[in-house]
Protein backbone atom coordinates (compact mmCIF):
# COMPACT_ATOMS: atom_id res chain seq x y z
CA UNK A 1 0.00 0.00 0.00
CA UNK A 2 1.67 3.31 -0.88
CA UNK A 3 2.67 6.55 1.26
CA UNK A 4 0.78 9.41 2.20
CA UNK A 5 1.32 11.71 -0.67
CA UNK A 6 -1.48 13.82 -0.44
CA UNK A 7 -2.97 14.91 3.00
CA UNK A 8 -6.09 17.02 4.06
CA UNK A 9 -6.95 18.87 7.15
CA UNK A 10 -10.45 19.79 7.80
CA UNK A 11 -10.90 22.27 10.18
CA UNK A 12 -7.97 25.22 10.33
CA UNK A 13 -8.15 26.18 13.62
CA UNK A 14 -4.83 26.41 16.46
CA UNK A 15 -4.80 22.40 16.07
CA UNK A 16 -5.26 21.91 12.21
CA UNK A 17 -3.14 24.17 11.14
CA UNK A 18 -0.27 23.50 13.63
CA UNK A 19 -0.85 20.14 12.33
CA UNK A 20 -0.70 21.20 8.69
CA UNK A 21 2.43 23.26 9.44
CA UNK A 22 4.16 20.30 11.23
CA UNK A 23 3.71 18.13 8.45
CA UNK A 24 4.78 20.39 5.74
CA UNK A 25 7.65 21.00 8.02
CA UNK A 26 8.65 17.46 8.29
CA UNK A 27 8.18 16.65 4.64
CA UNK A 28 8.06 19.48 1.93
CA UNK A 29 7.03 17.42 -0.99
CA UNK A 30 4.12 16.62 0.93
CA UNK A 31 0.86 17.74 -0.56
CA UNK A 32 -1.73 19.39 1.55
CA UNK A 33 -4.77 20.36 1.30
CA UNK A 34 -6.77 22.75 3.82
CA UNK A 35 -10.53 22.88 4.22
CA UNK A 36 -12.30 25.16 6.20
CA UNK A 37 -15.73 27.39 6.25
CA UNK A 38 -13.80 30.71 6.80
CA UNK A 39 -12.55 31.68 3.34
CA UNK A 40 -10.02 34.29 5.12
CA UNK A 41 -8.14 31.21 7.12
CA UNK A 42 -7.97 28.83 3.85
CA UNK A 43 -6.43 32.36 2.13
CA UNK A 44 -3.81 32.64 5.39
CA UNK A 45 -2.76 28.95 5.22
CA UNK A 46 -1.93 29.96 1.90
CA UNK A 47 -0.18 32.67 2.11
CA UNK A 48 2.07 31.30 5.09
CA UNK A 49 2.86 28.15 3.02
CA UNK A 50 1.14 25.37 5.55
CA UNK A 51 -0.90 24.14 2.65
CA UNK A 52 -0.86 24.07 -1.28
CA UNK A 53 -4.58 24.67 -1.86
CA UNK A 54 -7.78 25.06 0.28
CA UNK A 55 -11.14 25.22 -0.38
CA UNK A 56 -14.55 26.27 2.01
CA UNK A 57 -16.28 23.28 1.90
CA UNK A 58 -15.72 19.74 1.43
CA UNK A 59 -18.00 18.33 -1.43
CA UNK A 60 -16.05 16.21 -3.87
CA UNK A 61 -12.58 18.23 -3.11
CA UNK A 62 -11.29 15.63 -1.33
CA UNK A 63 -11.69 12.46 -3.23
CA UNK A 64 -7.95 11.65 -4.14
CA UNK A 65 -6.46 12.34 -0.90
CA UNK A 66 -4.65 9.81 1.00
CA UNK A 67 -5.27 10.92 4.71
CA UNK A 68 -7.73 13.34 5.82
CA UNK A 69 -7.27 14.39 9.45
CA UNK A 70 -10.46 15.75 10.60
CA UNK A 71 -9.83 19.22 13.56
CA UNK A 72 -13.34 20.17 14.17
CA UNK A 73 -15.46 20.11 17.31
CA UNK A 74 -16.14 16.51 18.65
CA UNK A 75 -20.46 17.48 18.08
CA UNK A 76 -19.26 18.37 13.86
CA UNK A 77 -17.13 15.48 13.80
CA UNK A 78 -19.67 13.21 12.55
CA UNK A 79 -21.29 15.80 10.11
CA UNK A 80 -17.71 15.91 8.66
CA UNK A 81 -17.54 12.14 7.99
CA UNK A 82 -20.32 12.54 6.30
CA UNK A 83 -19.56 14.95 4.10
CA UNK A 84 -16.67 13.18 3.28
CA UNK A 85 -18.37 10.04 2.58
CA UNK A 86 -20.80 11.91 0.24
CA UNK A 87 -17.77 13.78 -1.59
CA UNK A 88 -16.47 9.99 -3.32
CA UNK A 89 -16.37 6.29 -3.15
CA UNK A 90 -12.47 5.93 -3.03
CA UNK A 91 -10.55 3.98 0.13
CA UNK A 92 -8.87 7.04 2.51
CA UNK A 93 -8.17 6.70 6.21
CA UNK A 94 -10.02 9.26 8.17
CA UNK A 95 -7.89 10.56 11.80
CA UNK A 96 -10.19 12.68 14.17
CA UNK A 97 -8.29 14.84 16.38
CA UNK A 98 -11.11 15.19 18.86
CA UNK A 99 -10.62 15.26 23.07
CA UNK A 100 -13.35 12.38 23.35
CA UNK A 101 -13.54 8.70 21.26
CA UNK A 102 -15.81 6.28 22.08
CA UNK A 103 -18.97 8.43 21.02
CA UNK A 104 -16.44 9.29 17.90
CA UNK A 105 -16.20 5.86 17.17
CA UNK A 106 -19.54 4.83 17.49
CA UNK A 107 -20.67 6.61 14.92
CA UNK A 108 -17.74 6.44 12.50
CA UNK A 109 -18.96 2.73 13.06
CA UNK A 110 -22.29 3.99 11.70
CA UNK A 111 -21.52 6.07 9.14
CA UNK A 112 -18.97 4.21 7.42
CA UNK A 113 -20.33 1.24 8.21
CA UNK A 114 -21.30 0.71 3.67
CA UNK A 115 -17.67 2.79 2.97
CA UNK A 116 -14.62 1.65 2.03
CA UNK A 117 -13.16 4.76 4.54
CA UNK A 118 -10.96 3.40 7.35
CA UNK A 119 -11.70 5.49 10.65
CA UNK A 120 -8.95 5.82 13.27
CA UNK A 121 -9.35 7.83 16.32
CA UNK A 122 -6.89 10.35 16.91
CA UNK A 123 -6.44 12.53 19.78
CA UNK A 124 -3.13 15.14 19.93
CA UNK A 125 -2.36 16.07 23.56
CA UNK A 126 -1.51 19.12 22.54
CA UNK A 127 -2.84 22.94 22.51
CA UNK A 128 -3.01 26.20 23.90
CA UNK A 129 -6.36 28.11 25.67
CA UNK A 130 -5.90 30.48 22.47
CA UNK A 131 -7.68 29.43 19.12
CA UNK A 132 -7.52 30.27 15.65
CA UNK A 133 -4.72 29.78 13.08
CA UNK A 134 -3.11 33.26 14.40
CA UNK A 135 -1.73 30.87 17.48
CA UNK A 136 -0.38 27.69 15.26
CA UNK A 137 2.73 26.45 15.89
CA UNK A 138 4.76 23.68 14.20
CA UNK A 139 6.30 22.38 16.89
CA UNK A 140 2.88 22.35 19.06
CA UNK A 141 3.33 18.14 18.81
CA UNK A 142 6.70 18.11 19.60
CA UNK A 143 7.74 15.38 22.95
CA UNK A 144 3.64 15.94 23.21
CA UNK A 145 1.19 12.52 23.39
CA UNK A 146 -1.04 11.17 20.13
CA UNK A 147 -3.21 9.08 21.35
CA UNK A 148 -4.45 6.77 18.65
CA UNK A 149 -7.59 4.40 19.13
CA UNK A 150 -8.35 2.07 16.40
CA UNK A 151 -10.67 0.02 18.92
CA UNK A 152 -13.78 0.90 20.30
CA UNK A 153 -13.10 -1.18 23.45
CA UNK A 154 -10.50 -4.47 25.05
CA UNK A 155 -13.73 -7.01 23.18
CA UNK A 156 -12.36 -5.57 19.49
CA UNK A 157 -8.54 -5.15 20.15
CA UNK A 158 -8.73 -8.88 21.55
CA UNK A 159 -11.13 -10.20 18.94
CA UNK A 160 -9.19 -8.30 16.13
CA UNK A 161 -5.77 -10.05 17.22
CA UNK A 162 -7.28 -13.11 18.06
CA UNK A 163 -8.50 -12.65 14.28
CA UNK A 164 -4.76 -11.77 13.34
CA UNK A 165 -3.28 -14.64 14.87
CA UNK A 166 -5.13 -17.20 12.93
CA UNK A 167 -3.06 -19.25 10.84
CA UNK A 168 -5.60 -21.03 8.64
CA UNK A 169 -6.27 -17.26 7.15
CA UNK A 170 -2.56 -16.41 6.75
CA UNK A 171 -2.15 -17.63 3.19
CA UNK A 172 -5.14 -15.11 2.41
CA UNK A 173 -2.96 -12.42 3.81
CA UNK A 174 0.00 -13.35 0.92
CA UNK A 175 -2.97 -14.24 -1.72
CA UNK A 176 -3.52 -10.27 -1.02
CA UNK A 177 0.41 -9.10 -1.50
CA UNK A 178 0.66 -10.95 -3.72
CA UNK A 179 -2.14 -10.42 -6.58
CA UNK A 180 -3.50 -6.91 -4.52
CA UNK A 181 -7.25 -8.49 -4.92
CA UNK A 182 -9.67 -5.65 -4.83
CA UNK A 183 -13.01 -7.73 -5.20
CA UNK A 184 -14.03 -9.64 -1.65
CA UNK A 185 -16.52 -11.19 -4.06
CA UNK A 186 -14.64 -14.77 -3.54
CA UNK A 187 -13.71 -14.81 -0.05
CA UNK A 188 -15.72 -15.71 3.05
CA UNK A 189 -16.94 -13.54 5.77
CA UNK A 190 -13.76 -14.22 7.91
CA UNK A 191 -11.52 -13.52 5.02
CA UNK A 192 -12.81 -10.76 4.09
CA UNK A 193 -12.61 -9.42 7.74
CA UNK A 194 -9.09 -9.93 7.57
CA UNK A 195 -8.96 -8.28 4.43
CA UNK A 196 -9.94 -5.26 6.12
CA UNK A 197 -7.96 -5.39 9.01
CA UNK A 198 -4.91 -6.29 7.27
CA UNK A 199 -5.52 -2.97 5.63
CA UNK A 200 -6.49 -0.97 8.65
CA UNK A 201 -2.78 -1.96 10.34
CA UNK A 202 -0.97 -1.30 7.05
CA UNK A 203 -2.61 1.95 7.17
CA UNK A 204 -2.65 2.69 10.85
CA UNK A 205 1.87 1.58 10.96
CA UNK A 206 1.92 4.10 8.39
CA UNK A 207 0.23 6.99 10.56
CA UNK A 208 2.08 6.17 13.44
CA UNK A 209 5.37 6.56 11.50
CA UNK A 210 4.07 9.85 9.77
CA UNK A 211 2.96 11.27 13.24
CA UNK A 212 6.56 10.14 14.63
CA UNK A 213 7.86 12.65 11.96
CA UNK A 214 6.70 15.66 13.82
CA UNK A 215 8.08 14.71 16.79
CA UNK A 216 5.37 13.28 18.72
CA UNK A 217 5.07 10.58 21.32
CA UNK A 218 2.34 7.87 19.60
CA UNK A 219 0.59 5.40 22.00
CA UNK A 220 -2.03 3.57 20.49
CA UNK A 221 -5.03 2.15 23.09
CA UNK A 222 -9.11 1.81 22.97
CA UNK A 223 -11.10 4.40 22.54
CA UNK A 224 -12.56 3.32 26.48
CA UNK A 225 -9.65 3.57 28.06
CA UNK A 226 -8.70 6.80 25.92
CA UNK A 227 -11.95 8.47 27.34
CA UNK A 228 -11.21 6.95 31.15
CA UNK A 229 -7.62 8.54 31.29
CA UNK A 230 -8.33 12.17 29.35
CA UNK A 231 -11.35 12.39 32.24
CA UNK A 232 -8.28 12.76 34.86
CA UNK A 233 -5.79 14.47 32.78
CA UNK A 234 -7.28 16.62 30.89
CA UNK A 235 -11.35 16.79 31.00
CA UNK A 236 -11.78 17.23 34.88
CA UNK A 237 -8.55 19.79 35.18
CA UNK A 238 -10.46 21.63 33.26
CA UNK A 239 -13.81 21.70 35.35
CA UNK A 240 -11.82 22.09 38.26
CA UNK A 241 -10.03 25.71 37.10
CA UNK A 242 -13.20 26.87 35.19
CA UNK A 243 -14.87 25.89 39.25
CA UNK A 244 -12.04 27.85 41.10
CA UNK A 245 -12.96 31.32 38.67
CA UNK A 246 -16.87 31.39 39.25
CA UNK A 247 -16.10 30.55 42.85
CA UNK A 248 -13.50 33.29 42.83
CA UNK A 249 -16.07 35.75 41.34
CA UNK A 250 -18.79 34.50 43.49
CA UNK A 251 -16.93 36.47 46.96
CA UNK A 252 -16.80 40.20 47.66
CA UNK A 253 -12.86 40.32 46.45
CA UNK A 254 -11.96 44.19 45.38
CA UNK A 255 -10.90 44.70 41.77
CA UNK A 256 -7.41 44.69 42.92
CA UNK A 257 -7.90 40.48 44.06
CA UNK A 258 -6.79 39.37 40.25
CA UNK A 259 -3.70 41.40 40.39
CA UNK A 260 -2.87 39.76 43.74
CA UNK A 261 -2.70 36.60 42.36
CA UNK A 262 0.60 34.36 41.92
CA UNK A 263 1.57 31.62 39.99
CA UNK A 264 -0.65 29.38 41.36
CA UNK A 265 -3.68 30.65 40.84
CA UNK A 266 -2.31 31.98 37.32
CA UNK A 267 -1.18 28.25 36.59
CA UNK A 268 -4.50 26.70 38.12
CA UNK A 269 -7.09 28.42 36.50
CA UNK A 270 -5.29 29.59 32.79
CA UNK A 271 -7.03 26.71 31.07
CA UNK A 272 -10.71 28.34 32.66
CA UNK A 273 -9.92 30.59 29.50
CA UNK A 274 -10.62 28.42 27.17
CA UNK A 275 -13.50 28.29 24.14
CA UNK A 276 -16.59 27.24 26.07
CA UNK A 277 -18.14 25.99 23.01
CA UNK A 278 -15.37 23.83 22.20
CA UNK A 279 -14.98 22.14 25.87
CA UNK A 280 -19.30 22.01 26.37
CA UNK A 281 -18.69 19.56 23.98
CA UNK A 282 -15.88 17.65 25.26
CA UNK A 283 -17.50 17.33 28.82
CA UNK A 284 -20.71 16.26 27.30
CA UNK A 285 -19.15 13.53 24.98
CA UNK A 286 -17.78 12.04 27.91
CA UNK A 287 -20.16 12.97 30.52
CA UNK A 288 -20.40 9.17 32.35
CA UNK A 289 -16.79 9.07 33.33
CA UNK A 290 -16.61 13.10 34.42
CA UNK A 291 -19.77 11.99 36.52
CA UNK A 292 -18.13 9.29 38.23
CA UNK A 293 -14.95 10.95 38.54
CA UNK A 294 -16.37 14.26 40.38
CA UNK A 295 -18.14 12.22 42.37
CA UNK A 296 -15.25 10.31 43.72
CA UNK A 297 -13.54 13.85 43.60
CA UNK A 298 -15.88 15.15 46.15
CA UNK A 299 -15.51 12.21 48.70
CA UNK A 300 -11.74 13.46 48.69
CA UNK A 301 -12.76 16.92 49.23
CA UNK A 302 -15.20 16.01 51.91
CA UNK A 303 -12.17 13.66 53.67
CA UNK A 304 -10.22 16.85 53.61
CA UNK A 305 -12.10 19.12 54.73
CA UNK A 306 -13.40 16.89 57.84
CA UNK A 307 -9.38 16.40 58.57
CA UNK A 308 -9.32 20.61 58.22
CA UNK A 309 -12.03 21.34 60.85
CA UNK A 310 -10.44 18.75 63.21
CA UNK A 311 -7.49 20.25 62.88
CA UNK A 312 -5.73 17.12 62.02
CA UNK A 313 -1.71 18.03 61.23
CA UNK A 314 -0.04 14.47 60.32
CA UNK A 315 -3.29 13.71 58.02
CA UNK A 316 -2.62 16.94 56.30
CA UNK A 317 0.93 16.58 55.98
CA UNK A 318 0.29 13.30 54.29
CA UNK A 319 -2.44 14.13 51.91
CA UNK A 320 0.04 16.80 51.38
CA UNK A 321 3.20 14.45 51.00
CA UNK A 322 1.86 11.85 49.18
CA UNK A 323 0.78 14.03 46.49
CA UNK A 324 4.20 15.61 46.02
CA UNK A 325 5.89 11.89 46.13
CA UNK A 326 3.76 10.58 43.52
CA UNK A 327 4.29 13.69 41.40
CA UNK A 328 7.51 13.38 41.30
CA UNK A 329 8.12 10.30 40.59
CA UNK A 330 5.80 10.48 37.45
CA UNK A 331 8.12 13.40 36.45
CA UNK A 332 11.35 11.14 36.86
CA UNK A 333 9.90 8.42 34.93
CA UNK A 334 8.83 10.61 32.46
CA UNK A 335 12.01 12.23 31.97
CA UNK A 336 14.03 9.08 32.12
CA UNK A 337 11.69 7.19 29.03
CA UNK A 338 12.87 10.64 27.03
Not at 100 to 120: C, G, H, N, Q, Y
Not at 127 to 136: M, N, T, V
Request: with cysteine.
Amino acid sequence: MPKFEKIAVVGIGLIGASLAAALKKSDPKLELTGVDSCAETISKAEKMGIIDQGFTEIAANLEDQDLIFIAVPVAAIPAVMREIKAGGSSQQLLVDAGSTKKEVMLEAAEILKDSPKIFVGGHPMAGSHKSGIDWHDSKLFKGAPFILTPWLDQSQQEEEEKLLKNSSLFDVLETFSKSKIDSADDLDQDEVKLKNLIQKNELLQQLKELIGKIGARVHIISAAEHDHCTAYLSHLPHLLSSALVNLSQQQDFKDEFFELSGSGYRDMTRIAGSSAELWQDIILSNRENLAELIGNYIEELQELRDDLEANEQDKIYNFLAKAAEIKTDAENKGDTEK
